[in-house]
């Protein structure tokens, strides 16, 4: 059997090596068009910023190491130009000789990858204007920034690119700017969690313009749509990446609702013993069985490997993703899976929110907070999505979700799960066993939650509501919410006949805490209707408009 494979990058090897493993005396070839192969695209923006000195860390299987350890020939600088599905044949293009020839497959497995989305921008295609993609791309920012020494630069986007390249810039000594046409930053994140990062960025003193596009780019300046002008050395465009399809298209391979290859769970095309894989298909959602663009290196190698595997009669099959995410920004951690607020609601959920703001250690040994966001069906009681904001061991929290959302989870599971503990790791009751435990309450034992945003359209409305601020007087005098008024919590038994037990009562701390022993209170007093606010009055604060 003689298998070929288009692409050499995390699918296409991940392919070929699972396809080896399981068959050695297949044929199996590689043809790549960049002279680059099988290198961590997610490592780039490091080696830009300098926290990886040798680009060859990142780049460390070439053509002779495969062909040595899997016995399969990889080919760079050859593009292949068409597909014939009915001759079973492939015409490929040597680029360094310009030779044209045919070559014939059994099985031919696509991983083309995706290409940077390039938008129509006067100026875009000047020498200071960069789309970080591939080592190459890597190698011409790196080499500009020490050939040029620009002071300051823009970058349109903040997806996972555009905030890693923030960081490595600035750790450069570069003045950046961000730019992001979207009212939030982060398409990741829901609009209270992006506020929450952006208030935290702020005080970092970056530059983050919302609602804006760069219509026009030059020698040293940006301008933006509402004319503003920005003073710009180099520009990085983190615009997001398309699927390479051309190729595809031209076979009749079917295209899917996300403009990537169609492939059912075996990787399969509509074409037989044609596959596809990596950055150019589409995947679907765990959770909502529907496509789903997710271009990630992890998703990349997890499909390369099932291609590989079923080309060669294994029976893995790929079980659908959680567009589970995580970046790394100066000194802090953002991670989310699952669906967002808003595709659940799309989606005709019911859903129950809580904000949790718990350390990820004890304060001794200088632990620091994270903002976890949980969004629950209150249907089945199933974990929907989590979003996290912190510090450390944000990822060791995020990845306990994910198993959670994958295995169906209810709420009340959360706190009997036997998660490790010690003092240098976590703290006694983990923040995955508190939100399971405010999810519970919320959904199971009658105590509300009403969100920042709920409580604020309610004080907007001039809804009748009482809203109690359980904090010490000096904290309620430094800020609180609006129209709320001061009952610190060790006077709240005394003062309760104060409030209306046939209103609805608002009742809010810092962080939550508090709050909901004071709900307890209320609602053991006869109170019919009490909240309590979630995330406190640090996340009410934290994810407002500045």
């Known amino acids: 059997m003689r298998i070929l494979v288009i692409g050499a990058v995390a699918a ?116 200071n204007v960069f789309f970080l993609r591939n080592v190459q791309s890597a190698r011409n920012i790196r080499n500009y920034i020490e050939r040029k020494k620009p002071k300051d630069a823009v970058i349109a986007g903040t997806g996972f690119i555009g905030f890693e390249m923030l960081e490595n810039l600035m750790a450069d000594g570069i003045n950046v700017t961000i730019v992001e046409m979207q009212n939030k930053i982060t398409p990741n994140l829901d609009e209270d969690m992006a506020l929450f990062l952006e208030n935290a960025l702020l005080k970092k003193k970056i530059n983050i313009i919302k609602n804006s596009t760069i219509t026009k780019i030059d020698d040293e300046t940006v301008t933006l749509n509402d004319n503003t002008v920005l003073k710009s050395d180099m520009v990085i465009m983190a615009t997001g990446v398309r699927p390479n399809t051309e190729l595809v298209r031209e076979a009749g391979i079917e295209i899917g609702v996300t403009k990537a290859i169609k492939v059912n769970n075996k990787m399969q095309t509509n074409i037989t013993d044609i596959y596809a894989c990596g950055d ?185 509501i009482q809203i109690v601020d359980t904090r010490v007087s000096k904290q309620y005098d430094e800020a609180h919410v609006d129209n709320s008024e001061n009952i610190p919590h060790s006077k709240l038994r005394k003062s309760m006949e104060t409030l209306d037990r046939d209103c609805a009562v608002v009742t809010y701390c810092n962080k939550g805490v508090t709050g909901n022993a004071t709900q307890n209170i209320l609602i053991n007093h006869g109170f019919k209707e009490v909240y309590n606010l979630s995330g406190g009055h640090k996340f009410y604060k934290e994810s407002k408009s500045k």
């Open 280 to 464: 150019c298909i589409e995947t679907f959602s765990t959770i909502t069985g529907k496509p789903v663009y997710r271009p990630l290196g992890s998703t990349a190698n997890k499909t390369g490997r099932i291609a590989g595997d079923v080309v060669t009669g294994g029976a893995l099959e790929y079980k659908g993703n959680l567009s589970t995410g995580i970046f790394k920004l100066f000194d802090m951690s953002i991670a989310s899976t699952g669906l967002s607020e808003k595709e659940a609601l799309e989606e005709g959920y019911e859903i129950q929110i809580c904000h949790n703001i718990k350390p990820d250690k004890p304060s001794y040994f200088h632990g620091k907070e994270m903002v976890i966001k949980a969004i629950a069906d209150k249907k089945t009681q199933k974990i929907l999505g989590v979003q996290i904001v912190g510090y450390e061991g944000v990822d060791k929290r995020i990845d306990v979700f994910v198993t959670l959302i994958t295995y169906g989870a209810k709420v009340d599971e959360l706190f009997h799960l036997d998660l490790a503990y010690a003092p240098p790791f976590s703290t006694t009751k983990d923040p995955v066993h508190y939100t399971g435990m405010i999810l519970d309450n919320a959904l199971n034992h009658n105590r509300k939650i009403i969100t920042s945003e709920e409580l604020t359209k309610l004080v907007e409305k001039d809804e009748k």
């Open 12 to 127: 296409g090897t991940s392919a070929a090596a699972k396809a080896r493993r399981n068959d050695d005396n297949a044929e199996i070839v590689i043809y790549e068009r960049d002279k680059d192969i099988s290198y961590s695209g997610c490592g780039l923006p490091y080696y830009i910023g300098g926290e990886i000195e040798d680009i060859g860390e990142l780049t460390p299987r070439d053509p002779i190491f495969f062909k040595k350890k899997y016995n399969v020939d990889v080919f760079t600088g050859y593009e292949v130009l068409n597909i014939n599905p009915d001759l079973k044949q492939i015409t490929v293009k040597n680029l360094h000789t310009k030779e044209v020839f045919i070559d014939n497959y059994d099985k031919l497995i696509i991983a083309t990858g995706a290409k940077p989305f390039i938008p129509n921008i006067e100026g875009v295609d000047k020498e």
